[in-house]
């Protein structure tokens, strides 16, 4: 069972910036791919962002592309999330995911999540 613990949520001010990880153990998450997605109250998950375990695919949201950066460091196990230019819409719960398919998320593996808080 890979688990996987985000961090770096929290209440942010409206044009700020956060960066979130998402921290495995599992060596072989290297290997995987994995995305962050989010949830506001109310509201369905929804798709943030993806990259490939060779960093060549990375694939954003409309709504969040030119302000948020995806990225990984396979030797430290962990994937960021750089979100800039921070809105009151992107409120939600933060989860990260890893998959060893190409981008099936049906089969992957999920994080708890962790809060962030976008004040206007």
């Known amino acids: 069972q890979v688990q996987l613990r985000e961090s770096g949520g929290g209440l942010v001010q409206a044009g700020g910036s956060l960066k979130l990880s998402c921290e495995t153990s599992e060596r072989t998450l290297s290997t995987y791919n994995m995305g962050w997605f989010r949830q506001a109250p109310g509201k369905e998950r929804e798709f943030v962002a993806r990259i490939s375990w060779s960093r060549s695919n990375i694939l954003y949201a409309d709504s969040v592309k030119g302000r948020f950066t995806i990225s990984r460091d396979n030797a430290k196990n962990t994937l960021y999330l750089q979100m800039n230019n921070l809105k009151p819409d992107d409120t939600a719960v933060y989860s990260c995911?890893?998959?060893?398919?190409?981008?099936?998320?049906?089969?992957?593996?999920w994080g708890q999540g962790t809060q962030v808080t976008v004040s206007s």
């Open positions: 995911a890893a998959t060893p398919t190409f981008f099936n998320w049906s089969s992957a593996y």
